[in-house]
């Protein structure tokens, strides 16, 4: 049974940082390409990062700010989130694609992220 289960959300001021974490059963994601998206009120839902065997890809909006990782042993994908801004407020999205073709979608149930004084 494939689940992803987020967590590690919360509310942050402008500068602070969050990790959040995506644990994965039903699969390996060491082999399976992963990724962060979020969707803020108004917007639509937008790739922040993915990670594959050995890149990693990071929308222009969080290059040098967020960061994507694994832990095989734990079969967990994080997004480290530092110099948070209130534009980064939105509910945050681990997502597993997976199939010959990448058929496939698996999505966690979200995690909202607020950065507000």
């Known amino acids: 049974q494939v689940q992803l289960v987020e967590s590690g959300g919360g509310l942050v001021q402008p500068g602070g940082s969050l990790r959040l974490s995506c644990a994965a059963s039903g699969f390996i994601v060491s082999s399976t390409a992963m990724s962060w998206y979020r969707q803020a009120p108004g917007k639509e839902r937008e790739l922040v990062a993915v990670i594959r065997t050995i890149t990693a890809n990071y929308a222009d909006s969080v290059k040098g700010r967020f960061t994507i990782s694994r832990d095989n042993d734990k079969n967990t994908v994080y997004l480290q989130m530092n110099s948070l801004k209130p534009e980064d407020t939105a509910v945050y999205y681990c997502?597993?694609?997976?199939?010959?073709?990448?058929?496939?979608?698996?999505w966690g149930q979200g995690t909202q992220v607020t950065v507000s004084s």
């Open positions: 997502n597993a694609r997976r199939g010959l073709l990448g058929e496939y979608d698996y």
